[in-house]
């Protein structure tokens, strides 16, 4: 049964601990992150960007996908199922597919027309029992074509649309998706302890889990962040244990083309990521 994410990151924030968002992108992942979570007994948010909902067919397969694996594999930790950087219209179509979470990604529109589409979304989702996340200044790197230099998040805002009564909110503080440039220059504890100041309870969210130092996560997490998102380091765990299988010749020793046999490498490798990422948040036993 699918939850809102309201209840596990109100959780986290108290507890000082954060929840991992982990993107999903076909079977493999949802298993490998369903897996894991069960097996850590740690709460889980399961991510999808509209470009991986598309790629899978639409956000009804993700849903029934979802569902039937957490029935099937008898989950009972709490899962939410998340859009990801969603558009306005993209967070209407995964109301309607049966999404327990979304996130609006108003930060590309002026603070105004941010602030009325969030406002519409969050009475929306309140009837619904939904958790919405929303952001405020751009994350960097590229999300989907767009793509952005890791802006800080102007605080005074983050509190006008934090008070609109979203359940999150994602505050640019220099981060980015991807892969972390060599002279980049680290994450604005500033910026987030401003946040935080103005946005009190309000669970903070980081983007770009990937590739940021061990320290500077956990001195996040004491600033108030209390979801963080996964999905490169995901994938590139996933490619490198697949490489090493089709360059060890496996795939061509007996049955090793088929693909329960090629993927399986791969599938493991994302376990072990989420499980480091989840000892890491300190949400393991949380759930």
Known sequence: MLVSAKEMLKKAKAGKYAVGQFNINNL???????????????????????????????FKTVVGMVNGMMEEMKITVPVALHLDHGTYEGCLKCVEAGFSSIMFDGSHYPIEENVAKTRELVDICEK????????????????????????????????EIADLGVTM???????????????????SFETLAAVQELTGD?????????????????????????KINVNTECQLSFAAATREYIEAGKDLQGKGFDPRKLLAPGTEAIKATVKEKMELFGSVNKA
């Open 128 to 159: 619904k029992g939904m958790s919405l996340e929303a952001e405020v200044g751009s994350i960097g790197g590229e999300e989907d074509g767009v793509v952005g230099a890791g802006e800080c998040a102007d605080p005074k805002e983050c509190k």
């Open 202 to 226: 309000m669970p903070l969210v980081l983007h770009g889990g990937t590739g940021i130092p061990e320290d500077m996560i956990k001195k996040a997490i004491s600033l108030g962040v209390a």
């Open 28 to 58: 493999e992942w949802t298993k490998a992150v369903l897996a894991t979570a069960q097996e850590m007994n740690s709460p889980v948010i399961l991510g999808v960007s509209e470009g991986a909902g598309k790629y899978m067919t639409g």
């Open 169 to 187: 909110l994602a505050a640019g503080i220099g981060n980015i998706h991807g892969k972390y440039p060599e002279n980049w220059k680290g994450l």
